[in-house]
């Protein structure tokens, strides 16, 4: 794999005009400024002092709960979490997090699907590590043996930390697989994928970088022939000001340069806390016609990516006990993404992360919610759809029936529906369902073990895939 990369004479001129900014986000790193008192006066009433006794006794032993995943915050999100209890409950570390360490480092075996280290390459698209860290920590993060730096099983035997994506290695390998693909009229010739024409920067949040670090993402991976690049970010909720006229004059260049190039932000916000005004009341504040009224930050920054009609804003959120189990919660946001002219995307059953039984409601209980959140919403603001992801691909939860289906044994006390809605290469199965018996208190795909009633998805049956490098050429 090659180590350097140089710029094209076009991508050089789009860099030459990035400029950065120094961002004061004001961060709390950790516990021990909370335990230690050497936080601002104000921060100090985040934690208890019981609480801080009780994870302070934690540290260095198994429930250590900063060895699961990281503490951070920053100042913005300190504001907003200190009229939100499910803001609290996002960023605050708690002692239950590590009473149950049942979980995977590596869920969904994604490593299975890394062909260069810092990718992974299942579907037509691809997805990026491009840093380890973020503003803020979500106490649920699907990504804490990234974020943690913990060393990950491979297939191959090897055990190691996640590594980050890098310019030269990756654009190597888009360039050499596509060529294969278009080489052999279209499709793979060893994995069956398609031509990879879309990259998620991911991590951590790429939002943690520098301007000009970003752009260098964004010219390389257009060089190379990417399509269409997403962002997934959360830094919207964490530090908006990080969306600042300097970021969008990136933008703008970038657009300028390659045209061609769709962009989406897929932000990340769980509940309207993180974005709505509160009056002293506690109440969302409401302007003209009854309108809810954004912090006005956040609205500035919104408004910034959604007035560049070539950005998509998609919002994308697991639904996490005692932080949006809440249909009303969710309604809000859904209306309210749609209202400023964002989409709502997925919403999340929470992944078999360690730790998951902390975090996660039962599938059954998601559905309740999303489907109870969605009465009332008009055709455009209910496009969200529920999504568990399974080893196989992305799989939606379409339906859950209170009542037996005629003639199918083990269908008593109703079924749950699932629907592949994504598998790797071309997708062959997509579309297909799997119906298995109710069980509400099944948090994961394997609590429905014993009741798999049909199964043309073959969500019951796989395994792993034997080639760890399916995607490698
Ligand atoms: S922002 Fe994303 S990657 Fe960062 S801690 Fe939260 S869930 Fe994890």
Redesign the pocket.
Known sequence: MPQDYTPTEKEQAFLDKVEDTQYKREIINGLAPFIGDKVPDDMRGLYSTEELVQLGGLKGTDRDVEKR?PVKITRHFFELAKTSPAIQRLVKASPDETTDLAGSEDPGNQMDYSPVEGLLHKYEMGLMYVVS??S???R?????E??ARKEVARQDGTVAKKGLAKIPEITAYIRDFNAKVAANGGVHPESGREKLREILL????PMVLNNSKLAAWLAALAEAGIESIRI???EMA?YPKRFDPTFLAMLDDFHEAYPEVGLHMMV?FEHPDEFLAKGEDGEYLRGEHGIYQWVPDTGVAMRGLLDRGWITVENQTPIIRDINDDPDAIRIMQREMKRVGADNHYFFCGRDIVAYKAFNIPIEEAWRILNESQKGLSGVENHARLSITHYKGKTEVVAVTNEPIPGLAGSENGVVIFKLLRNAGSAPERGKVCIVGRNPDAVWFDGYDDRVLFDEAGLYEYSRVTNPSLAAT
């Open positions: 995943m860290t973020c803020a920590h979500c649920f993060c699907y990504r804490e990234l974020i991911s991590g951590g949040d997934g970010t959360k964490f990340h």
